[in-house]
Each structure stands twice: as C-alpha cells, then as structure tokens.
C-alpha cells in the first residue's frame, strides 16, 4: 500500500460542482502539500500545512479551500469547480528540515 | 519568467549514450537543489539532490553553478529504464519550492 494515499484517483465533474479530494498518509509527518500540475508548467504549490493547526497559503491558492482533519489527514476542495482546474493534483508529505518531498499518486481532475 | 527553466525535450537517445540536461534558476536566494525522476501518470520521486561540490550517484552526476545559476544532470550509459521525464527543484524555504516543468527523456534500443 502506498504511503501516501489520494482518492479519488480520476474524477470528471461539471462546472459550479464541489469538489473534494483527500489525502491520507501513514509516513508520520508533520508536513502536507497539496500541489497541481499542468503541462508546460510544472508543478504549482496551492497550500500547504506543517501542522494540524497550520494552513498557509501557496502560489495558486484562489478557487481552492484545504482542511487539515489530522496529522494524517489534508484534503483540498474546489467549492465551484471551473474548467481551468483541470488538472493532476498531488498531495505530498515531508519532513520538517529535510528537501524530499514524498508524493501520493495523484487525482486526475477533468472539470467540464 | 518562470522560476525554474528547464529545457522541456524531448530528447531521443540510444541506449548506452551519454545525455545532460541543465536547469536555470533566478531566485539568488535558492538554497537546495533537486532532481526529480517521474514516470508517465505517475508521481514524481526524488532522484537525487544536487550539493555544491557536485555529486554522483553511480551512472548519475549532477552539477551546481552558482554563479551562473543553473544545476545539470548528466546520465551516462542510458537505460531504456531511464525513458522518463526530470524534474529540476529549487527550494528557498519549504513554501517556496519551485519545480521546472520537466524535460522528458526517450532511451531507444
């Protein structure tokens, strides 16, 4: 089973749904991320968490809302979803001083 | 201008050639560098972490300039296991981690 666990894996919507995707990791660490990739782009930082009662902003932080339920718990909600936030989305873990970031599988988003 | 510029390929090479790939980054401030390998649909894994001094992690060797700000890879004696697309990280803390878009790597028999 893998470390970090994102459901769902692949979700297609329509435009002005709610849309959560959740992050479950048994790592032990402190620190989750919730990034998107874009072809062309690179990976993008949306918000991040370094503790339950930690939330802070990213680089593309509007249109998105992320709840840290636990230390093993983030998710990442879309409150109206818009065509232009499809995209793949990852959640990663690390450790407080360390680089590595470790990431789950990925949600593939298609907002139609 | 994006933070992190990579070249984004794709680059085709038999197998059993050398291939280098560089990365510039315009943040001054940058601390640690990274190599990200990921697979097609899949996520990203780290490669290897790039040190001042150069480092080499057996068919692997990464560079950093930090003068002219950029940080290399070079593989040598490429795998078909290597077809994969590489990802270049800049981090000045842990909420400004800038990834490079990628550049995708073809080894063919």
């Known amino acids: 089973d893998a470390d970090v666990t994102q459901t769902p894996r692949n979700r297609i919507t329509k435009t002005g749904k709610r849309i959560m995707l959740e992050c479950s990791q048994t790592?032990?660490?402190?620190?989750m991320y919730w990034y998107r990739q874009d072809p062309g782009l690179g990976l993008r930082l949306i918000y991040y968490?370094?503790?339950?009662?930690?939330?802070n902003k990213g680089e593309i932080s509007d249109g998105y809302s992320v709840s840290r339920q636990a230390q093993a718990k983030f998710s990442l909600s879309l409150e109206s979803a818009i065509p232009n936030q499809t995209a793949l989305y990852f959640c990663?873990?690390?450790?407080?001083?360390?680089?590595?970031?470790?990431f789950g599988e990925g949600s593939r988003l298609t907002v139609l | 201008r994006k933070e992190v510029e990579q070249d984004p390929g794709p680059f085709n090479v038999p197998e059993g050639a050398t291939v280098a790939f560089n990365c510039t980054y315009s943040?001054?401030?940058?601390?640690?560098f990274f190599w990200y390998r990921q697979d097609c649909r899949k996520e990203p894994k780290l490669l290897m972490s790039?040190?001042?001094s150069g480092n080499e992690d057996g068919r692997f060797t990464a560079q950093l300039n930090r003068a002219s700000q950029y940080i290399s890879l070079l593989i040598r004696d490429s795998k078909l296991s290597d077809s994969a697309t590489y990802l270049c990280v800049a981090f000045t803390t842990y909420n400004d981690m800038r990834f490079g878009a990628g550049t995708r790597l073809t080894v063919k028999p």
């Open positions: 790039v040190y001042s």
């Open positions: 968490s370094f503790d339950v009662k930690d939330i």
């Open positions: 790592k032990g660490h402190d620190r």
């Open positions: 943040n001054s401030a940058s601390q640690s």
């Open positions: 990663a873990t690390s450790v407080a001083g360390a680089g590595e970031l470790f």
